[in-house]
């Protein structure tokens, strides 16, 4: 048997995902195990009419439709959460762990899933003596998830990891991410994909003040969180057996009352933010009380996560899911990977790679980080065709005749025949300058971070300064912007990249500023210009009951004829075929 056969022959098991060491960034899962029985938990079959295949196609084409359109045979609204709850699956939540350097994040993390019984007693034990052998024994939990040598070494995390759990309530994604300067692009790409926040504080002596300070990445990580759209959040005070003296209630309080001040200064209630004294390393409230704690009566870290409100998902929007790593596999494809924003996804949909205008067809859609042995990153290949992945699924996608280079990190997928993601031109975005030295004055040009994408951009234009909290003008054309001022402002990405307006994408269109190694300012988008869209396709072959009616157009008239041809027709025998 060829290698390639061997590979296909596991496409109904699971495949294995390459490490952080393998062609593209770092693995999209730590591959934690789970029961053997989690084969079915995926997205249940949408219910249709008639088993048939031709019925089954005819519901998908018409899912693709707008939500206002008379065709639509399965209205958005009938698709609700019940499918999220099917398979014990739960509500999906995403949580980002952020933080300080060394606030203990990863061991946060770690322990948590440990407990949970996620990781087998004897993966913590191999790690331990690994430890013990470089000097690093607290590091045996966060070596769970920080696998490269150089974290290791260093004891830093330089990219995100995944891990998934459950709660009773909530089929949880736990993303941990960096707390060093130097890789602040890696925590902005997991906290643009998050739900809620946990920040992780050092209650040690110096510790907190240390994070809080001008210098530290606590007050940043706060700012970036709420700027990329993560409302909620959960404050854990770390490391209380290190307190002196050890699990102090008075180090506890002191915490809490300075940070209180610096949530309501970004913009967060503190009286709706719970602060949980817990003990990464020794295991302390994370999911059950600690007798070393009997002062503190609050929910711990598992319960408080139960407690947060059910986000919002708007699946009756285009698709809209932003890639966040790459991968190529043998014998299988290229793989993105990414967290679904809005819309859904299912195999054999008409895909578009927005800004490219890459066009293509949904080949599978995976489940990364899904079910196996630790250390082996196992992925799901759904070949039923009626499977759903919904806003919230952390999902992988692998799509016809698509190579690693055509697509990365930052691209944005979306519906092929359903509003496609075109890059803009320009946008007009409301700014508020938060951290900067100087003036910002027309032609600025600093690094702009709004959901996975990294892009340099130019202020072309400063069109108004408006009080930040109405948004009522208050001078037009000023000549700058400084510390504290707001104001609407034309931006034209040096790069190509996707963005959308605030109302409506609301993952799409929230964004940072950065410049000097650190947040100078924050938005959100107004409007955006959009440019045409051209489809560098080879060839798209239009089936009719498979003798080809149409073939070889391109660009815009290659998408007004496949919209006029695949969105008009009931009949289940028209489809696109690329080549």
Not at 58 to 84: D, G, I, M, Y
Not at 157 to 165: E, H, R
């Given at each position: 048997?060829?290698?390639d ?46 088993p ?30 019940a ?16 933080g ?77 991410t ?37 210098d ?44 209180s001040?610096?949530l ?46 059910e ?65 082996c ?31 990365k ?60 909290c ?54 959100v988008?107004?409007?955006?210009e ?50």
């Amino acid at each position: 048997m060829g290698e390639d056969e061997k590979s296909r022959s596991r496409l109904t098991s699971g495949s294995l995902l390459p490490g952080r060491d393998s062609q593209r960034g770092s693995d999209p899962g730590c591959g934690l195990p789970v029961s053997d029985g989690a084969l079915c938990a995926h997205r249940p079959r949408v219910p249709t009419p008639s088993p048939g295949r031709a019925t089954a196609v005819t519901a998908r084409r018409r899912a693709a439709l707008p939500a206002e359109s008379p065709k639509t045979s399965r209205p958005a609204e009938q698709v609700t959460r019940a499918l999220c709850l099917c398979y014990h699956m739960g509500i999906p939540l995403t949580i980002v762990v952020i933080g300080h350097v060394d606030s203990g994040k990863s061991t946060t993390t770690a322990h948590l899933v440990y407990k949970l019984g996620r990781i087998p007693m004897r993966v913590i034990e191999e790690l331990d003596n690994e430890a013990a052998k470089m000097n690093k024994k607290s590091s045996k939990y966060a070596w769970v998830l920080d696998k490269l040598m150089a974290e290791r070494e260093k004891g830093l995390t330089m990219d995100i990891s995944l891990v998934k759990f459950q709660t009773t309530k909530y089929s949880c994604t736990i993303i941990d991410t960096p707390g060093h300067r130097d890789f602040i692009k890696n925590m902005i790409t997991g906290t643009s994909q998050a739900d809620c926040a946990v920040l992780i504080i050092d209650s040690t002596t110096d510790g907190f003040e240390a994070g809080i300070s001008k210098d530290g990445q606590t007050r940043e990580h706060i700012l970036l969180a709420f700027a990329l759209g993560v409302k909620q959040m959960i404050c854990c005070c770390n490391k209380m057996d290190a307190t002196t003296p050890k699990y102090s209630k008075g180090r506890y309080e002191e915490i809490v009352k300075g940070l209180s001040l610096c949530l309501k200064k970004v913009g967060y209630n503190p009286d709706k933010v719970l602060f949980i004294p817990v003990s990464g390393f020794e295991g302390d409230n994370l999911i059950e009380s600690s007798s070393n704690l009997n002062w503190y009566d609050g929910p711990t870290l598992l319960e408080a996560i139960d407690q947060v409100s059910e986000p919002r998902r708007l699946i009756d929007k285009p698709l809209r899911l932003p890639l966040r790593d790459v991968y190529k596999i043998g014998g299988i494809g290229t793989i993105a990977v990414g967290r679904v924003e809005t819309g859904t996804i299912w195999p054999d949909m008409p895909i578009t790679f927005g800004p490219t205008g890459l066009t293509t067809e949904v080949k599978s859609v995976v489940i990364p980080d899904g079910p196996g042995a630790y250390g082996c990153q196992h992925v799901y290949f759904h070949h039923n065709k009626d499977t759903l992945f919904q806003p919230g699924d952390h999902v992988a996608v692998l799509s016809r005749n698509v190579e690693l280079e055509d697509i990365k990190r930052g691209y944005v997928a979306s519906n092929g025949v359903n509003d496609p993601a075109r890059a803009a031109s320009s946008f007009v975005a409301q700014v508020t300058i938060v951290n900067h030295p100087g003036q910002i004055c027309k032609g600025y040009a600093p690094m702009l971070d709004c959901h996975t994408s990294h892009t340099g951009v130019q202020f072309e234009e400063i069109l108004s300064k408006v009080d930040r909290c109405s948004g009522e003008e208050i001078e037009a054309f000023p000549k700058f912007l400084k510390n504290g001022d707001s104001g609407l402002v034309k931006i034209i990405p040096r790069k190509d990249m996707v963005v959308e307006a605030f109302s409506e994408f609301p993952a799409l269109g929230c964004f940072s500023v950065r410049d000097m190694k650190q947040i100078v300012a924050v938005g959100v988008i107004k409007s955006v210009e959009k440019k045409q869209l051209g489809i560098p396709v080879q060839h798209v072959w239009v089936l009719f009951h498979g003798v080809s009616i149409a073939d070889h157009f391109s660009g815009d008239l290659l998408m007004s004829r496949v919209r006029e041809m695949v969105c008009t027709t009931a009949d289940p025998c028209v489809r696109m075929v690329y080549e």
